[in-house]
């Protein structure tokens, strides 16, 4: 179930031009009536925002799934960034939409949704491809199948099943969907599955009822053909983990494909010093500064100390901080000016496989630097006894 409180407030109703808000909520017109809201004929009457607003506010077991669903596509998508995806991808359309010379992107998504829902969906989905977020990163020790062209329908109806099997056990429902899309050199699968049960006490005007859902998520794997590795966001480690061996499992055939281990190594921070910094080689990063280091001080409480600054190596150049020895480094924190902003973005390292970034376009040129710079271990590959760094390739 979608997550219903989106329209909490009237002046998100009262973006949308009146006739597509009726259009949209007209298959909802008797359980809105019932409800207290009168649905006006299209267009024409006045509309009670406040009301509409209260009944979003207050949802109760009896709302529709589909306005549900459609409820929360329309909110996520109706953003300006959405809004030019969905115009790009609604081109065939374009001749039974009204949208303008200056729409509200609100506007745009609801009339996708009226005239396309796959496309709002897809393009939903596609937006969270993109979302912000951290990947835990696991490299074959086999020679890569740069050939690789995707999974076959029996290969991903397979993993599918075992990821129901997996989340149903693990009390979230049994369900689990996998879209796969293939971007330059990789391949990104986009997992939904479902969490735990929510229990909401709901109020309406005849007094209390309790409403039972389960929210959705999204986790995502991308497979670098290159380089052979695998990199995984999860809702948590045995998550994560649980993803590494059912993709190994299915796609290659061994769910040891991806085998664990260090993928990082915060060493270069001790013994290169600021030089580690340099990017100029690496096309599209203009500068990058070390703000915070992490390290394990040692004991059974697992004590860390925390250095943090605008410029941390200023202040170790000045023997203001003197950072412990390589193995007890845990985190990193980068601020990198990239080529196409002006505005830094905060990359970290944690632990010894996971990299944090604000964009996932930013991932494979920070892999180049992070190669480059010596923070990717270099591992043997199967078949190749003298080994190489197959992520710098």
Not at 41 to 56: V, Y
Not at 235 to 241: A, D, F, G, I, L
Not at 281 to 304: H, K, M, N, S, Y
């Amino acid at each position: 179930m979608a997550n219903v409180n989106l329209f909490t407030q009237p002046g998100t109703f009262r973006r949308m031009k009146p006739e597509f808000l009726c259009k949209w909520l007209e298959p909802a017109r008797d359980y809105l009536a019932g409800r207290g809201f009168v649905l006006p004929a299209e267009g024409s009457g006045q509309i009670d925002f406040d009301r509409l607003a209260g009944i979003f506010m207050e949802p109760d077991a009896a709302m529709p799934r589909e306005l549900m669903h459609s409820a929360s596509l329309i909110h996520e998508m109706s953003t300006e960034n959405a809004m030019h995806d969905l115009l790009d991808g609604i081109r065939h359309l374009q001749g039974k939409l009204v949208i303008g010379d200056d729409p509200d992107p609100v506007d745009v998504a609801v009339q996708v949704w009226l005239y396309a829902p796959d496309v709002l969906e897809e393009m939903h989905q596609m937006h969270q491809l993109d979302r912000p977020r951290g990947f835990v990163h696991f490299v074959t020790d086999r020679q890569p199948d740069e050939g690789f062209d995707g999974p076959t329908d029996e290969q991903k109806a397979a993993l599918e099943a075992e990821l129901a099997d997996w989340f149903h056990h693990a009390k979230r429902g049994r369900h689990a969907k996998v879209w796969t899309y293939r971007r330059p050199g990789e391949y990104w699968f986009l997992v939904r599955h479902g969490l735990a049960s929510k229990r909401q006490e709901v109020v309406s005007a005849t007094g209390t009822d309790t409403l039972i859902f389960r929210p959705g998520e999204y986790d995502v794997l991308v497979y670098n053909r290159q380089s052979g590795e695998l990199r995984v966001h999860g809702c948590s480690p045995r998550e994560v983990e649980m993803l590494r061996t059912s993709f190994g499992k299915h796609i290659f055939h061994d769910k040891d494909f991806f085998p664990g281990g260090a993928r990082f190594t915060l060493a270069p921070l001790v013994e290169t010093g600021r030089g580690c910094l340099a990017c100029r080689d690496v096309p599209g990063i203009e500068d990058i500064t070390l703000t915070e280091v992490q390290a394990f001080t040692g004991g059974g409480e697992w004590l860390r100390t925390t250095f943090q600054a605008g410029d941390l190596f200023t202040n170790i150049e000045k023997e203001k901080v003197v950072l412990p020895a390589a193995e007890n480094l845990v985190r990193a924190s980068f601020l990198v000016r990239f080529s196409d902003s002006a505005k830094k973005r905060t990359i970290k390292i944690m632990g010894s496989n996971k990299l944090s970034v604000v964009r996932d376009g930013d991932t494979a040129m920070m892999e180049k630097w992070l190669a480059a710079r010596g923070f990717i271990i270099k591992r043997k590959v199967e078949g190749n006894e003298d080994g190489e760094d197959l992520a710098s390739a």
